[in-house]
């Protein structure tokens, strides 16, 4: 029985890790603000990633416990940045995506909504009206 012909493997494998690098992307952002993903039973996945921009809204470790920060980026930002960073990221995109942009609010579940209700009125003169709240999905046992 004539053996294996394994010549060819090596290059397979360097195509497939050059595939899996072409097409993986890093996280471009360092978490500053630590939040707890509130549960959701009704959640749909977003289409068009690179329409997506993301608000995180959390606590900052060694802050006090009661206050939550805002992160835009990499930075903690105020409530007066939203609009610039709105603006900074639609130029960001291009020309295709920038109607499709989503913004998606990561916050803690313990943030007061009338922080959210600010972020939302700050995303509106930015019109940015298309906007998304990150859950994670609770099975519901029947």
């Known amino acids: 029985m004539p053996g294996l012909n394994t010549a060819a493997l090596p290059d397979l494998i360097f195509t497939v890790l050059f595939f899996f690098m ?73 020309t295709d995506d920038q109607p499709r942009m989503t913004v998606s609010i990561r916050a803690d579940r313990d943030v007061p909504f009338g922080m959210i209700a600010k972020i939302k009125q700050a995303l509106q003169q930015s019109f940015a009206l298309k906007v998304n709240y990150s859950a994670v999905e609770v099975k519901i046992k029947n």
């Open 22 to 94: 072409i097409v993986t992307h890093m996280r471009d952002v360092d978490l500053q603000v630590r939040y707890d993903v509130p549960q959701g039973t009704e959640l749909q996945k977003l289409s068009h990633k690179a329409s997506v921009s993301n608000i995180y809204v959390g606590r900052v470790p060694g802050m006090p416990a009661d206050s939550f920060y805002i992160q835009l980026n990499n930075r903690l930002a105020t409530m007066a940045d939203i609009k610039a960073y709105i603006e900074e990221e639609r130029a960001r995109m291009a």
